[in-house]
């Protein structure tokens, strides 16, 4: 293997100073042209590749973000990286993407150990019990950081979110106009902000309408499609049986779909079923999911640009931006049956 060629080697092809190699390769200083153009011309002929690393650790601080994201196996983020990534490869940042597995723990041994590589600035999306805002409020100085998708306890910088409240509430007066009364909740980890806000969307929604909240009929599950299934089991064994479950996620809907199934109730003549997400797979499951869309790829598009803009100095208050939720009707809702 080759020896990495040097600016030395470059300053003699070109018949100029290592300074003004420095320069052009930095751009830390305007350089004659003809100087300019003998110093790339150099640079093409020998084959250089400027270290990112060592032009980062110059400058204390690179070109990469550092993303941290809380489940990589759920199809609902794809979507949220997709809309950073475009915005970063924009401004030319490069992205690196730290999965925590909800896991605090990892969430924190990622947040110290990726502060050596002088990233240019954070997006994170907090994994159960995130230690993010004890751990950025320690440090006074350091790159701008934006949390999104849920509100981590005790973060007053900058958030985007979505309408969760919202898009649950409007899910459940869905299902009461549809008639039902007896209705059932499959929630998030009641330790993220935003599962405790689909779940109070939920009760605000009953609440307006005088019924009742059981609450055997609260479910509190992970975000994940095996919670929903026996979250649904159970509840469909109660007696009286719920005649709609909301599942806080797609994930645990598509469980839920199938828990019904297992125990013989027909979708939705038995049990109405209604998801939040609107992740892809909801137009094709049996019977298509009526769901709460969130726009992902706008929530990390959004969250990128806002950090693009703190990276180059914006100074403005902390920002909590909410981007809105739609209610998606489908198949998977009809009249309580009998
Ligand atoms: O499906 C995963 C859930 O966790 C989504 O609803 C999203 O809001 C994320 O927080």
């Known amino acids: ?88 490869f924009q401004y030319k940042y490069r992205l690196v993407l730290c999965n925590s597995d909800n896991d605090h723990r990892k969430e924190s041994l990622y947040l110290n150990e990726m502060q050596s590589y002088r990233p240019a600035g954070w997006l994170v999306i907090p994994s159960v019990d995130s230690d993010m805002a004890t751990h950025f409020s320690a440090k006074t100085s350091g790159p701008p950081v934006v949390c999104l998708d849920r509100q981590a306890q005790g973060w007053n910088g900058d958030v985007v979110l979505v309408a969760n409240e919202a898009g649950a509430y409007s899910a459940t007066r869905h299902l009461l106009r549809m008639g039902h009364r007896q209705l059932a909740v499959i929630t998030g980890p009641l330790h993220l902000e935003n599962a405790v806000e689909r779940l109070n969307g939920f009760k605000r929604a009953l609440s307006e309408a005088n019924v009742p909240i059981d609450a055997n009929y609260i479910q509190e599950g992970r975000f994940e499609r095996s919670s929903g299934h026996v979250a649904a089991k159970r509840l469909l064994c109660m007696l009286p049986r719920p005649t709609a479950i909301f599942a806080c996620n797609d994930l645990m809907a598509l469980g839920a779909l199938l828990a019904a199934r297992e125990v013989g109730l027909h979708c939705p003549d038995e049990i109405s079923i209604v998801g939040f997400d609107n992740l892809d797979f909801a137009e094709f499951t049996a019977p298509p999911l009526t769901t709460v869309h969130q726009p992902g790829y706008q929530l990390g598009a959004t969250a990128a640009r806002l950090l693009a803009d703190r990276i180059v100095g914006s100074r403005e208050a902390p920002q909590r931006i909410v981007l809105p939720t739609e209610l998606r009707m489908r198949n998977s809702v009809a009249p309580p049956s009998g």
């Open 1 to 88: 293997m080759s020896r990495p060629i040097t600016i030395r080697q470059i300053a003699k092809k070109a018949n100029v100073s290592i300074g003004t190699v420095s320069h052009v390769i930095n751009e830390t200083a305007n350089v004659r042209e003809k100087l300019r153009i003998r110093v790339l011309d150099a640079i093409r002929s020998l084959g250089y590749q400027p270290s990112q690393l060592a032009r980062g650790l110059r400058r204390n601080q690179t070109s990469m973000l550092v993303m941290m994201i809380p489940d990589v196996t759920n199809p609902f983020f794809p979507a949220v990286i997709r809309g950073v990534e475009d915005v970063a």
